[in-house]
């Protein structure tokens, strides 16, 4: 491999941690940014010449915080002597902290508190750690909020402004404060991993990078919080979803439904682990949480052999007592499709068209693609037809946009 493609890997797999140690290195995320680019440009001019350094982390660290410290000292020779105060010594604190393992490691979960500080409005929080501890694009952010990209790009620029504004620390919190600043967390890593597990756009069905971090993310959490029971329940929803990752796609790339899958290649290694943590997390509190209830509708899938012999009765009571936790059309729809299997298409048709009839998820693809399934099975192919080209229309992701125009062929 050459340079430029090692620094193209280096990047992909490690600048996020590079940057969150930046951050806590140089207190802004701007200035961490600027010389997270620095450094990367530093590389592509200096490794031809010298060769890749044995860490190369801890190199583009280092070169991007002593970079930062050099434009400081640049800027200080054209600032007022009284008006210097401490910026010109910014970063200059913590020399060896690159080479910390422990401390480098943790520096994405400090950044992760500090982007979901109770400071920031919720979308705030989950739009600044989406695109600053996981590199989303403002664009994929965008996507997942169903909100326009100017908008979230403004949200991510306020955002960054309270952090610095209001002095935010960029720590763990203590022990008393975990409590309430664990929702937003949560809610961040889901979405993250949702990302990589069904990526909103693209030529890939997933994205593995991002689940594989969603994951490692969560296990931080729990080994910090171990008797948080919905900290558990998301890693043990993550992890059963994610054993069916080599099942949900041919080597060709195209979706391959749950019914559908060769459940031989499902990872029995991570059903088994998560199955332990939806078990402990339902000890652990006597009423559980929205992310417990779905790892339990997603070991309850985990163990059928077959998908008829999936307990869908099972699967429904579950949505039943996630609707009453959490109540959202979402979740409603999900319920719909378990109905569907339960009683029949034309039962999870009835529940889909009185959610449409709302005004609810008209512009969510999975509600029209759902609904041209229930009509596909019933035999109402004009109706079908008609579902399958609306999800198209919303469908950014290539596979998916394949399978629908597969279904659309076979009607």
Known sequence: MDVPETVARVYETESRRVLATLIRLLGDFDTAEEALHDAFRAALEQWPREGVPANPRSWLVSTGRFKAIDARRRMKRFDALDDVGEKADVGVIDHAAWADAESVEDDRLRLIFSCCHPALAPEAQVALTLREVCGLTTEEIARAFLSPAPTLAQRIVRAKGKIRDAKIPYQVPEANELGERLDAVLRVIYLVFNEGY????????????????????????????????????????????????????????????????????????????????????????????????????????????????????????????????????????????????????????????????????????????????????????????????????????EPERRFLERRLREL
């Open 198 to 397: 069904a990526a909103s756009s693209g030529t890939a069905l997933t994205r593995g990078d991002l689940s594989a971090e969603a994951i490692r993310l969560a296990r931080l959490l729990v080994e910090l919080m171990p008797d948080e029971p919905e900290a558990s329940g998301l890693l043990a929803l993550m992890l059963l979803h994610e054993s069916r990752r080599k099942a949900r796609a041919t080597p060709e790339g195209d979706v391959i439904l749950l019914d559908e899958q060769d459940r031989s290649l499902w990872n029995r290694e991570q059903i088994e682990e998560g199955s332990r943590l939806v078990e402990r997390a339902l000890e652990l509190r006597r009423r559980p949480g929205p992310y417990t209830i779905q790892a339990a509708i997603a070991a309850v899938h985990a163990q059928a052999t077959t998908s008829a012999g999936t307990d869908w009765s099972e699967i429904v009571g579950f949505y039943d007592l996630l609707l009453a936790r959490e109540p959202s059309p979402v979740v409603e729809l999900n319920r719909a499709v378990a109905v569907a299997m339960r009683d029949g298409p034309a039962e999870g048709l009835r529940i889909v068209d009185a959610i449409l009839a709302r005004g609810q998820l008209t512009d969510y693809r999975l509600a029209h693609a759902a609904r041209a399934d229930f009509c596909r099975r019933l035999g109402k192919t004009r109706d079908a037809r008609a579902s399958y080209e609306r999800a198209l229309m919303l469908t950014k992701q």
